[in-house]
């Protein structure tokens, strides 16, 4: 097997891992391991923006404010302060690299900034509707120009290798992982002083949901069975609207196209939202998810639509390009017509305990970016405050690693044993399992639980687990059956926090116990033996 050395090993290609790779390259060789194409993240289909009090008259104090209301008071306050005021800076590093954000054009040199639900005020900076693409795409270039860092498409993590599964004396530490090369069909491992994981969330855990199928929460299932703990799970955000069309795969319309006016109206032509929320259809997507919920429920229908047809096609044209794009191209006239939409899962705000500064429980392991949980989000995630924090942890994380001694590990990694594992004869039961698993997130574990329903599903994915762990050891690893492994091991995780909240916070809502418990909230946190 091939052992590849690299000082720092960064798992992920979004923009909390290659921001990380990049500000880790002044100090030393880095390798960033993609698993498909590199600009494949959920980073790269980011439509909103950043959110960041750069305006004059915005303040830190209010941003924090607004994060802390819309996370239901379960956000650590410190963490909200010490993101939020980082963000100006790190605005200036994206810059630098040649990011430029929308300029308001009567305005010289002002920013355009965005409005989203559970902001105060404007305050999102964007790139049109494709922020997240125009960023990426520069930061790839910058990778690439880059003499230190070696970026690898389609090598995907396996597992996390630790001087404590090696059974090395002293405090357990993460000393790289074991790879499958997906072009060669082979495995190596790569061994490293430190190790950034950035591998974004987990959506496919659903039937539905709004990211690309990089989004498996790699991350976070390698972390829990490396016996990390893992925070929050419950939490998953689900974004009131996504385009319902067979064709579409759950297509995002942003929050900014309600933030300049869009209304949600249900199947009778009513504007429902004031129903549930004074703030109407800018209320937080907690609230915009579960009412959109109900009306579907309670009406019997399949979507309910966002009728944005009061703003002109110029207007609509310049500042969402893509989305309006998209709607023509599935017979949606957005600015003549309201499009069908409906709620997708979107985003995780558990993760992998960790600090601002990427820190977790093992030495050597960095986290940041959606596969890890700092406190920001609490029970539900304000807009476009991932970017943000994706970008200020990552800066963070590099800062703390090239500060510390860098002794690079001995350890032999041993060869990967493949046992007496065979190419797969039955891979129907891959494809069967993972659509198994992520309907019954969908209809068990989704915008409305019930004990019932939670218990039903833990059964479920239990058994699945044990069927797809017989087939991750009979036969020889593929990208999809570790993508099942890892989905299923999310949906546990899922499950088991959601059981441990005994009340409706934020994102996690239960008929069982409806209201919130009083005092001061606190977080679900799992912490199992390594191996899962
Ligand atoms: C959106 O544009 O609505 C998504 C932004 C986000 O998830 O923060």
């Not at 594992?421 to 989704?446: I, K, Q």
């Not at 001061?520 to 199992?528: E, F, L, Q, V, W």
Request: glycine fraction near 8%; aromatic fraction near 8%.
């Amino acid at each position: 097997m091939t052992t590849l050395d690299y000082d720092y090993l960064v798992i992920g290609s979004g923009l909390a891992g290659l921001m990380a790779a990049l500000n880790l390259s002044r100090h030393g060789r880095v390798m960033v391991a993609s698993k498909k194409e590199a600009v494949e993240s959920n980073s790269n289909y980011a439509q909103g923006g950043i959110a960041c009090a750069i305006d004059p008259e915005d303040s830190f104090d209010e941003h924090v404010q607004d994060t802390m209301k819309v996370g239901a008071y379960l956000s650590n306050e410190e963490v909200a302060r010490a993101i939020i005021s980082s963000g100006p800076a790190r605005i200036q590093d994206l810059e630098a690299l040649g990011v430029a954000f929308e300029r308001r054009e009567s305005h010289g040199e002002d920013y355009d900034l965005g409005q989203e639900g559970g902001h105060s005020r404007r305050r999102v900076l964007h790139a049109g509707d494709i922020t997240g693409q125009r960023m990426i795409r520069v930061l790839l270039d910058r990778v690439a120009e880059n003499a230190n860092i070696t970026l690898r498409d389609h090598l995907m993590a396996i597992d996390l290798v630790t001087t404590g599964w090696l059974k090395q004396p002293g405090e357990s530490r993460c000393i790289g992982g074991y790879f499958l090369d997906q072009k060669k069909g082979e495995i190596l491992a790569i061994r490293s002083s430190f190790t950034v994981l950035a591998t974004g969330g987990a959506g496919k855990v659903y039937l539905y949901t709004s990211n690309p199928d990089v989004a498996t929460g790699d991350g976070i299932a390698m972390a829990w069975r490396a016996g990390l703990p893992i925070k929050n799970m419950e939490f998953v955000q689900f974004h009131p609207t996504c385009l319902y069309h067979p064709a579409a795969k759950s297509f995002l319309i942003s929050e900014a196209v309600r933030g300049e006016g869009a209304v949600l109206i249900n199947t009778a032509g009513e504007s429902f939202m004031e129903r549930y929320d004074s703030r109407g259809s800018l209320a937080p997507r907690d609230v915009v998810a579960r009412a959109i919920d109900n009306e579907m429920k309670t009406r019997g229908d399949t979507c309910v639509y966002l009728d944005i047809s009061h703003r002109s096609a110029r207007f609509l044209k310049k500042r969402f390009p893509n989305i309006y794009a998209a709607c023509l191209k599935y017979g949606f006239n957005m600015a003549k017509q309201p499009i069908p939409v409906v709620p997708a899962a979107h985003y995780f705000c558990g993760g992998v305990e960790a600090g601002v500064d990427g820190r977790t429980a093992l030495k050597g392991l960095f986290a940041c970016g959606e596969a890890a949980c700092t406190g920001l989000h609490g029970a539900n995630r304000l807009a476009s405050n991932s970017l943000l924090e994706a970008l200020v942890c990552s800066h963070r994380a590099a800062e703390t690693i090239a500060q510390m001694p860098r002794e690079h590990p001995t350890v032999e990694i041993p060869a990967w044993r493949y046992n007496d594992a065979v190419p797969s004869d039955e891979a129907v039961v891959v494809e069967h399992n993972w659509n198994e698993l992520r309907t019954c997130m969908w209809d068990y574990v989704g915008i409305v639980r019930t004990n019932k329903r939670l218990e039903r599903a833990l059964r479920r994915i239990n058994n699945l687990r044990q069927e797809i762990r017989q087939y991750y050891l009979a036969y020889l690893v593929t990208a999809d059956v570790l993508e099942l492994r890892n989905i299923a091991a999310v949906a546990a995780l899922v499950v088991r926090s959601a059981m441990l909240r005994r009340e409706s916070r934020g994102l996690h809502y239960t008929l069982d116990y409806p209201q919130e418990l009083p005092g001061t909230p606190t977080d679900t946190r799992i912490c199992d033996q390594p191996g899962g």
